[in-house]
């Protein structure tokens, strides 16, 4: 099983101001199959980025995702209030078996 | 639009079975792999489960495996999730999700509102 490590725990900044977030894999994720979803309270998980990279339909281009074999980055480059969220990286490479990080819990400062 | 509306949810006493429903619409149902995903409260997400666009595949992380059945009704637009000797650890809400491409290396692009399952005594 493919382990998903993500850091920080928890992010405290300001509108405006940049946010990376990092997944870190416990081996190789095949063809960069990583993904990041968005979750607000008392909803659903929202697709942001699959292919480490590649942007969803209709997500704003702040949102950005980087990396390969193991070290994965999503960065959102300004932050707007309806950011605040809580992130969970995915790996889907090694299916038909899927997991997901911990979670990095993005808040205002 | 793609909707996906769970049902089926409740509370259940621990070794008793619950079966969830979700009713998909506005895309090709039977071209898709469909899973499930659960929530524990204040917790992360874990997959459950996932079945072939045809129904003919099905896998199962180790946590539900022999006790969950994932299945589909293609000519109803619908999944299903059989969960059998529940576990209070099994409290969660359970979502279902559509594979953004038809194949199993695929994130998950769609997901319903969820239902949540709740195991006690």
Redesign the interface.
């Known amino acids: 099983e493919i382990v998903l490590t993500q850091s920080p725990g928890t992010l405290s900044l300001s509108p405006g101001e940049r946010a990376t977030l990092s997944c870190r894999a416990s081996q190789s994720v095949s063809?960069s199959?990583v993904?990041w979803?968005q979750?607000k309270r008392g909803?659903?998980?929202?697709?942001l980025i699959?292919g480490a990279s590649s942007r969803?339909?209709g997500i704003p281009d702040r949102f950005s995702g980087s990396g390969s074999v193991t070290d994965f980055t999503l960065t959102i480059s300004r932050l707007e209030p309806e950011d605040f969220a809580v992130y969970?990286c995915?790996q889907?490479?090694n299916?038909?078996?899927?997991?997901?990080?911990?979670?990095t819990k993005l808040e205002i400062k | 639009q793609v909707q996906l509306v769970e049902s089926g949810g409740g509370v259940v006493q621990p070794g008793r079975s619950l079966r969830l429903s979700c009713a998909a619409s506005g895309f090709i149902f039977n071209i898709y792999a469909m899973h499930w995903v659960r929530q524990a409260p204040g917790r992360g997400l874990e997959w459950v489960a996932v079945i072939s666009y045809d129904g003919d595949n099905k896998y199962y992380p180790d946590s539900v495996k022999g006790r969950f059945t994932i299945s589909r009704d293609n000519s109803k637009n619908t999944l299903y999730l059989q969960m059998n000797s529940l576990r209070p650890e099994d409290t969660a809400v359970y979502y279902c999700a559509r594979g953004l491409s038809g194949g199993y290396n695929s994130p998950f692009d769609y997901w319903g509102q969820g239902t949540l399952v709740t195991v006690s005594s």
């Open positions: 063809s199959y993904a979803y979750q909803q659903a998980p929202r697709l699959y969803a339909t969970y995915q889907y490479g299916s038909p078996m899927y997991t997901f990080g911990q979670g």
